[in-house]
């Protein structure tokens, strides 16, 4: 009987696991969990590759994606350090005009506005922090860049230039 029981048990389990979402999944757990975005360690947000063209040379970041409007009204406040090719990225879809401020930001940032072609529109460098004076976009934007302070000037990034994410 008891050998019965275990039998049972075990033929359970095995019904059990091979029900499970996963099993049919030839996936390595690694893979997938390569396959999911990365996350930032202090905001918790996405973070993901994003490139800058300049003169036909690319530059690399790291940055964070700032979604919806509880994430993009905090964007980089309070926060006291970014890595010099990281940022973050608020996408605004559909297209339109902005203005950014750097109220809590303690910081300074270039806040770069990106049209709808995915062109730079115009550049707020070196934004002052704790600053409540708007910066605004020179048009609709598809999406804002905020990088640190100096850091378009350093690299020789301007109006025109492509970014991809």
């Not at 905020?146 to 230039?161: K, S, V, Y």
Request: net charge negative; proline share 8%.
């Amino acid at each position: 009987m008891r050998l019965m029981r275990i039998a049972m048990i075990v033929a359970l389990g095995g019904a059990i696991a091979g029900c499970s979402p996963n099993a049919a999944d030839s996936t390595p757990a690694t893979a997938t969990a390569a396959a999911s975005p990365a996350r930032h360690p202090e905001s918790g947000l996405a973070v993901i590759p994003l490139s800058v063209v300049h003169q036909g040379q690319a530059h690399a970041f790291r940055v964070e994606v700032a979604r919806t409007s509880m994430e993009q009204a905090k964007g980089l406040m309070f926060r006291t350090a970014m890595g010099a090719d990281e940022g973050m990225i608020f996408p605004m879809d559909p297209p339109r005009d902005a203005s950014f401020w750097m109220r809590n930001t303690v910081i300074p940032l270039d806040i770069i506005f990106i049209g709808a072609d995915r062109r730079i529109l115009n550049i707020a460098a070196d934004a002052v922090p704790y600053s409540e004076t708007p910066l605004p976009s020179a048009g609709p934007v598809s999406a804002v860049l905020e990088l640190n302070g100096g850091r378009a000037a350093q690299l020789g990034i301007g109006p025109g230039d492509k970014v991809d994410w």
